[in-house]
């Protein structure tokens, strides 16, 4: 059956920086763009950042650009997302996801068929 497994989440103190990692099976890895999004109590799924089986990304707001980097490895069938210089305002629940097209990314959590249990990030101040 489907999974996606992320890992790496936890207490981390402000400044100071996270790899999560995703491990995907059952489905063909390479078909899908695959995601990640992120929940802060009280608030809605967010899109954090996605990249396509060719390596082409997209990532959220301008706030978050710079110090989350998204990558893959297809031989691995994992999806990492690395965060620097964390912030108390990036505390949230970080979901891994998966989108049916290789080609084109979508920032729509309607459009991912595919989702993991979320790993918790927490930002101490």
């Known amino acids: 059956q489907v999974q996606l497994l992320e890992s790496g989440g936890g207490l981390v103190q402000a400044g100071g920086s996270l790899r999560l990692s995703c491990a995907a099976s059952?489905?063909?890895?390479?078909?899908?763009?695959m995601g990640w999004f992120r929940q802060a109590p009280g608030k809605e799924r967010e899109f954090v950042a996605a990249i396509n089986w060719s390596g082409y990304i997209k990532y959220s707001a301008d706030s978050v650009m710079g110090r989350y980097t998204i990558s893959r490895d297809d031989t691995k069938k994992t999806v990492s997302l690395q965060i620097d210089s964390l912030k108390p305002e990036d505390t949230a629940v970080y979901y891994c996801?998966?989108?049916?097209?290789?080609?084109?990314?979508?920032?729509?959590?309607?459009?991912?068929?595919?989702w993991g249990q979320g790993a918790r990030v927490t930002v101490s101040s």
């Open positions: 059952g489905f063909t890895f390479g078909d899908y763009t």
């Open positions: 996801a998966a989108h049916r097209s290789a080609f084109s990314i979508s920032s729509s959590p309607s459009t991912y068929q595919y």
